[in-house]
């Protein structure tokens, strides 16, 4: 029996396991893909107080160690059922129960697809979701990128050290992310806003060849790329787990500041938690927060 399991080892889970750690509690941290979570394909970080540059791999990395080297226990299964008995979870992944007497879900969020028909054909033949992943495939090509985030903004801008020409493709005139970053991308000569529209598109034999995008008075373009990196924002994993938390209309876990949820013993962490602002540092707050009051909840 573990004192907390924390489910997801991304910036949130992380810090969750180095205070429930420093409060002395055994501590499983479950992982279904590889620690780091969506932080890991971020390649400059500059936003973090006292990290004023630093990977989103190299961050990882060290939090996930420090983590390990307090005494976290780590198993890369995906949990996809959390049973209450009181004061007993069972945490259920493919291959086994874990039992705790707190859980935090720290799961964060996938992809979300763009929607255009064939996109999920091209995944690999043109279409990724990660540019830090596989900017190097279009060395010296064109390519666009989609969406009006951080996300956006900062693929468009690594693509531009890498690609020959960067298209970014955005549905309004005005972006969701960080304005430093889009003006960065403004400086940028082999880097084109395309604003106020959407892919409406795909063209491909086997590989993507070009994007048909459309404005807002209907007029079409034809962009020549080889990739299409598309960062229109996330969906929170909570689906396992929503017998016990209360989720809103898309899907985000309601909780407390404190990170409680509902059912005593659960607590929600980082971005698939109902919150104003998803950043690194909200992330690692809400880790701090929820294995404080899982604590807490333990003492009680
Ligand atoms: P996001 O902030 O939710 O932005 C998603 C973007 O995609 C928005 O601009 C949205 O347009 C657009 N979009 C959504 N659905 C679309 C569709 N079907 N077609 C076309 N465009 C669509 O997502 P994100 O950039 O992945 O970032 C997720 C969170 O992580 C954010 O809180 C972000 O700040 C954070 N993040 C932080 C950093 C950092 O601090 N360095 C880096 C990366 C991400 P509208 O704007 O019109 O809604």
């Given at each position: 029996?573990?004192?907390?399991?924390?489910i997801?080892?991304?910036?949130?889970?992380?810090?969750?396991?180095?205070?429930?750690?420093?409060?002395?509690?055994?501590?499983?941290?479950?992982?279904?893909?590889?620690?780091?979570?969506?932080?890991?394909?971020?390649?400059?970080?500059?936003?973090y107080?006292?990290?004023?540059?630093?990977?989103?791999?190299?961050?990882?990395?060290k939090?996930?160690?420090?983590?390990?080297?307090?005494?976290?226990?780590?198993?890369?299964?995906k949990?996809?059922?959390?049973?209450?008995?009181?004061?007993i979870?069972?945490?259920?992944?493919?291959?086994?129960?874990?039992?705790?007497?707190?859980?935090?879900?720290a799961?964060?969020?996938?992809?979300?697809?763009?929607?255009?028909?064939?996109?999920?054909?091209?995944?690999?033949?043109?279409?990724?979701?990660?540019?830090?992943c596989?900017?190097?495939?279009?060395?010296?090509?064109?390519?666009?990128?989609?969406?009006?985030?951080?996300?956006?903004?900062?693929?468009?801008?690594?693509?531009?050290?890498?690609?020959?020409?960067?298209?970014?493709?955005?549905?309004?005139?005005?972006?969701?992310?960080?304005?430093?970053?889009?003006?960065?991308?403004?400086?940028?000569?082999?880097?084109?806003?395309?604003?106020?529209?959407?892919?409406?598109?795909?063209?491909?034999?086997?590989?993507l060849?070009?994007?048909?995008?459309?404005?807002?008075?209907?007029?079409?373009?034809?962009?020549?790329?080889?990739?299409?990196?598309?960062?229109?924002?996330?969906?929170?994993?909570?689906?396992?787990?929503e017998?016990?938390?209360?989720?809103?209309?898309?899907?985000?876990?309601?909780?407390?500041?404190n990170?409680?949820?509902?059912?005593?013993?659960?607590?929600v962490?980082?971005?698939?938690?109902?919150?104003?602002?998803?950043?690194?540092?909200?992330?690692?707050?809400?880790?701090?927060?929820?294995?404080?009051?899982?604590?807490?909840?333990?003492?009680?």
């Amino acid at each position: 029996m573990t004192d907390i399991i924390i489910i997801g080892a991304g910036p949130a889970g992380l810090t969750a396991a180095i205070y429930a750690r420093r409060a002395a509690k055994s501590v499983l941290v479950l992982e279904a893909k590889g620690y780091g979570g969506q932080i890991i394909n971020t390649p400059h970080i500059e936003n973090y107080p006292v990290a004023a540059h630093i990977s989103g791999f190299d961050f990882a990395t060290k939090v996930y160690e420090q983590a390990k080297a307090l005494g976290a226990e780590f198993k890369f299964e995906k949990a996809i059922e959390i049973r209450d008995d009181g004061e007993i979870k069972t945490v259920v992944t493919p291959k086994n129960e874990y039992e705790a007497k707190a859980v935090i879900i720290a799961t964060g969020s996938e992809n979300r697809k763009l929607g255009v028909e064939g996109e999920d054909k091209l995944v690999g033949r043109g279409i990724s979701y990660c540019a830090t992943c596989d900017g190097a495939f279009f060395r010296k090509k064109n390519v666009a990128v989609v969406g009006g985030g951080n996300t956006a903004l900062e693929d468009a801008l690594y693509m531009a050290d890498i690609a020959d020409k960067v298209y970014l493709i955005h549905r309004r005139d005005s972006f969701r992310g960080e304005e430093a970053t889009a003006e960065k991308l403004r400086q940028r000569e082999n880097v084109e806003l395309v604003l106020n529209s959407q892919v409406t598109k795909l063209n491909a034999e086997k590989r993507l060849q070009s994007v048909e995008v459309t404005d807002k008075q209907g007029n079409t373009r034809t962009l020549e790329v080889s990739g299409l990196f598309v960062a229109v924002g996330r969906i929170p994993e909570n689906k396992s787990f929503e017998n016990l938390i209360e989720l809103d209309g898309a899907g985000y876990a309601a909780s407390a500041e404190n990170c409680r949820t509902k059912t005593p013993g659960v607590f929600v962490a980082g971005d698939n938690r109902q919150k104003e602002v998803r950043q690194l540092v909200t992330a690692a707050s809400d880790g701090a927060v929820a294995a404080t009051e899982a604590v807490k909840y333990l003492n009680e």
